[in-house]
């Protein structure tokens, strides 16, 4: 991860500019600098070396009085550099670099083209202009406002724009900013035609796409670590990445000392597939300490990204202290894709492919937030496999009849795509626990009993109140966003609505958003 902000305009000092920079000096602590260019545009860039480890990749970089900074990684940059090298001469072996030849070439048509997890401002110096973009799911963040002046801002993080702007709003992914005006470039949602493949093509498709996915995403030349929770997801990302790579990869699983529900089956697929495994186990006290700074680090109040969030933070901030890792594997997005327990309540194709198209289009302010600031705070990169575009691009081709529960088994695509030796079978065939549930029941407990305990029935009432915008609805829904609004005061528009069932499918009428209260959870999380 690095961290990346831009502002036109001269209403911030370069030390104004500097202290908004810094606040997120943990995605990028190897290396900071800033530049100002034509004394209207100040670019600033904190840098964490992932590829192109020497100097050289250190951005901002130039060509032509134009400048870029990017948080990102492009895959399949080779080629494209290789293309590129016959008008321009590269001077770092950093992916990046290539953003500046592409807009001097494609313009703003570049955007479409890259193949990437990403974000970017731009500087051009013929229009005197910043042009900004961010990748089609939202992997990396991006956050833009405008002064009093009316000069935008950009910036990785929501934090970085505190106090400088009234209202922080976040870059929507797949969009470019450019001239004054959001454009829309790509969306993963819109399906322009149908599947026609059956169930067996669709499983081999899924099967080889997935595996490109990882494979380009083992590309770094920084150390490597494994996310494991035991769950199909990330056992999935961890075996595949065994089986390209030949060798032991790292993994790492946290659970809570009582009841942790994962770490079992976490070190089952360790032993399977051959990797060095590393558990984390946290206690009540870990999980209650750690609650403010994860809502601080997160940027949001919403109840099933935080219970997630807690224990991905404190193993991220484990690998940190423990290890050399710098970039992290993990499995986000598949369940958005092939459902969730609720998305079996769906009343037919058309209401499930619409509920996985909202669920991609926003995955940005919930599950690819959560795997971003969890591990960018401590200073290493996401990599998110089922969030490759071709990959994503199939998955919601695919005909919604086929994605629907029908066999007894959620992510039966999945799954069965999978057959054979990547995984035992009864971790393939697994039901799913919600992450939270799967660190240990215990921990949810936990946060929801110290809620009740830190509010009345009578100041509950009288403290919801406050909030005519996403208005907490529990006692633990409300002591998030009182601590949200400490760090990020009026700014809960940031984040749409908290993440919840479809209340509007039978079934799925619940108070909480965990799949524990659903009907169908049965033995999932056991």
Not at 164 to 188: H, K, N, Q, S, W
């Amino acid at each position: 991860m690095c961290s990346i902000m831009g502002m036109m305009g001269s209403s911030l000092s370069y030390d104004q500019f500097k202290a908004a920079l810094e606040k997120t000096e943990s995605r990028g602590p190897d290396m900071m600098r800033i530049e100002a260019y034509d004394n209207h545009v100040m670019l600033g860039f904190e840098r964490l070396s992932i590829m192109g480890l020497s100097e050289a990749g250190m951005q901002p970089f130039k060509l032509n009085g134009n400048a870029v900074v990017c948080n990102g990684e492009i895959y399949g940059f080779r080629p494209i550099k290789e293309e590129l090298e016959k008008e321009y001469t590269f001077i770092s072996e950093s992916d990046c670099e290539i953003l500046l030849p592409m807009y001097e070439k494609y313009g703003t048509d570049m955007f479409r083209m890259l193949d990437a997890e990403y974000a970017c401002i731009i500087y051009d110096a013929k229009k005197q202009q910043l042009v900004a973009a961010r990748d089609p799911i939202g992997i990396r963040p991006l956050f833009y406002g405008y002064t009093a002046q009316g000069e935008i801002l950009f910036a990785s993080e929501a934090k970085n724009l505190v106090g400088l702007t009234d209202e922080i709003r976040p870059f929507p992914p797949g969009y470019y900013y450019a001239d004054g005006e959001f454009v829309c470039y790509r969306d993963m949602t819109e399906v322009k035609s149908v599947s026609e493949d059956d169930l067996e093509t669709a499983c081999g498709k899924i099967h080889d796409k997935l595996v490109a996915g990882v494979e380009k995403r083992l590309d770094a030349d920084a150390p490597l670590g494994f996310l494991l929770s035991g769950g199909l997801d990330s056992s999935l990302v961890c075996a595949i990445s065994a089986k390209i790579l030949k060798k032991p990869i790292r993994t790492f699983a946290i659970g809570m000392s009582t009841d942790a529900i994962d770490l079992k089956y976490a070190k089952e697929v360790a032993d399977y597939i051959g990797s060095d495994h590393q558990e984390i186990i946290i206690t009540k006290e870990d999980v209650l300490e750690a609650l403010p700074e994860v809502i601080s680090v997160l940027g949001t109040y919403d109840i099933t990204t935080i219970r997630a969030s807690i224990g991905m933070y404190l193993i991220c901030k484990a690998i940190h202290q423990q290890t050399d890792v710098r970039v992290l594997m993990t499995g986000e997005i598949s369940d958005e894709l092939f459902g969730y327990k609720y998305t079996d309540f769906a009343p037919d194709a058309q209401s499930f492919q619409d509920e996985a198209a909202k669920r991609i289009r926003e995955l940005y302010m919930y599950d690819v937030l959560r795997a971003d600031r969890c591990i960018s705070s401590n200073s290493m990169e996401a990599r998110v496999p089922f969030g490759d575009l071709d990959f994503v691009e199939y998955v919601m081709s695919i005909d919604p009849e086929m994605k629907l529960n029908k066999y007894n088994k959620g992510k039966y695509l999945l799954r069965h795509a999978f057959e054979g030796d990547y995984l035992p079978y009864s971790i393939l065939m697994r039901e799913k626990a919600a992450f939270s549930d799967a660190v240990g029941h215990s921990m949810v407990d936990y946060l929801k009993a110290f809620a009740e305990e830190k509010y009345t029935q009578e100041e509950y009432e009288a403290l919801r109140g406050k909030y005519d915008f996403a208005t907490p609805f529990t006692k633990e829904s409300l002591l998030y966003r009182e601590i949200f609004e400490q760090y990020y005061p009026g700014q809960a528009r940031m984040v749409a609505d908290f993440w919840m069932p479809n209340k509007e499918w039978e079934g799925c009428n619940v108070n909480d958003p965990s799949a524990r209260v659903l009907a169908n959870y049965g033995a999932s999380g056991v």
